[in-house]
């Protein structure tokens, strides 16, 4: 780690998964802060789930990770989702379209 904050070393895009999630720190930051380009796909669900919601039994997060792919199933996926983050923001702070 103190090869890395002195910038000695950059971190392999697999280290700084693995800081994001120990950690909980956003991945997107650590890679930027790295100087290394965003991956193309999303990471999996469970990783995810199981950082946001950490006090869930595990049998919880199974349940979370089949529900979303019967949504998924059941309603398909319309058109590729934004890479700018935007729709992250909640539906009330969206701008407007002009």
Do not use: C, W
């Amino acid at each position: 780690m103190s090869r890395i904050e002195s910038g000695e070393q950059v971190p392999t895009p697999t280290l700084l998964e693995a800081l994001a999630r120990t950690l909980g720190f956003d991945l997107r930051e650590l890679y930027d802060l790295a100087g290394h380009p965003l991956p193309d796909e999303l990471p999996d669900l469970g990783p995810y789930v199981r950082m946001k919601f950490k006090n869930l039994p595990p049998r919880a997060y199974g349940e979370i990770t089949s529900f979303v792919e019967f949504l998924h199933a059941k309603y398909g996926v319309e058109k590729e989702p934004p890479t700018d983050g935007s729709d992250e923001v909640p539906e009330g702070e969206r701008p407007k379209a002009v």
